[in-house]
């Protein structure tokens, strides 16, 4: 067996990083304004942004061109359940619920990813790479598992675990059009799609919206979160289910609770205690023990 580490794994962190802050960022630009009409004008923002630079790439009408009817079936079905479903169950779940339960139950994301690929066939799920999920799940538990429940609640955390598998159904479904098409395509068409049928939820709230009672400072998280948590975090995460497949990925998604709980507990001032170091080093042993990977060319998927 060996240990690799790719400029991939390095992206995979940034990418828990910003998901991980994003939380706690959404929790306070929330305070200012509503949940539906935030998270239009950010989905929006994202979706422009991806126009933007498949246009530049590729041309969009290039892209357009080349899609297959089979192509927008798929798009649109994931662009329904990744995005327009995920972001108002994700939304709305964490309005409702605290930090950490949040990102407690998105720290399920491997385990029924893994399931889900299993079931239909996509990838093997090996006995080190099992060690690793359940490693990761227990360091979870040792983080969140024990963490201030004020500000939770179970609609929050129903919504939250209905969000998490829209992403975990999106995840699997969108491995066969990534055979097909970019990352970039794939996610600025999905996501295009979502916010599209978003904004009618969000538009009404917009409008009742007192628009000089919204500081800077919530203008500055919305930008943050569109560009790195729906553009930059996407494409990374989609660029690692094409290369390296869905099981491999959804591992870092139990890094995301430990940087969550680390920002809430620089803005919410959450305790850092022995027990959740104790949790955040078994989440990253977990990720470092799916990182072995045997050396026959059948179970190393290659990395660019």
Sequence with gaps: MRFS????????LF?????????????????????LGFNSLRMALGSVLFAAIIQQRHGLRTVVARLERRDWIGLVTLGIMGHFFYQ?????????????????????TPVTVALLS?????????????????????????????ANQQGASLAGDLLILGAMLCWAGYTVGSRSLLTRHSPLVVTGVTMTIGSALYAPFGVPSLLRLDWTAVSWWAWVLLVYSAVFALVVAYLIWYTAVQRVGNNRTSIYSNVVPLVAMAVAAAVLGEPITARKIAGAMAI??????????????ADTPSEA
């Design 15 to 35: 990418m828990t990083l910003v998901w991980g802050s994003n939380f706690s960022l959404i929790k306070a630009a929330l305070r200012q304004m509503p949940e």
């Design 88 to 108: 108002l169950l994700f939304m709305a779940g964490v309005a409702r619920t605290s930090v950490a339960n949040s990102s407690l139950v998105f720290g399920c």
């Design 118 to 146: 299993s079931s239909l066939g996509h990838e093997r799920i090996t006995p080190v790479r099992w060690a690793g999920v359940i490693l990761s799940l227990a360091g979870i538990y040792l983080v969140v598992g024990q």
């Design 5 to 12: 580490f790719s400029r991939l794994d390095a992206a995979l």
């Design 284 to 297: 990253l042993g977990g990720v470092a023990l799916t990182r072995l990977e045997l050396r026959s060319a």
